[in-house]
């Protein structure tokens, strides 16, 4: 997943840097580093973006059921 499909995820999921960091149990800077490419997610990190992106979430409210 490219930092420009990161953030466009985001978008599409009207979630703030703060709250996706939130939903991914990380700090918003490793957000903000996703989205300019200075740091790429981890491969958990990858398959739960995967995960947000095949449910199709248009919400903020979208919860991972580990």
Request: charged share 30%.
């Amino acid at each position: 997943m490219t930092p420009e499909d990161i953030k466009t995820l985001r978008e599409h999921t009207q979630m703030t840097q703060v709250q996706m960091a939130q939903l991914f149990r990380v700090p918003p800077t490793d957000i903000m580093a996703w989205e300019n490419g200075t740091l790429e997610p981890d491969q958990e990190e990858l398959a739960l973006l995967e995960r947000l992106k095949a449910s199709g979430a248009t919400k903020t409210r979208y919860k991972f059921n580990k």
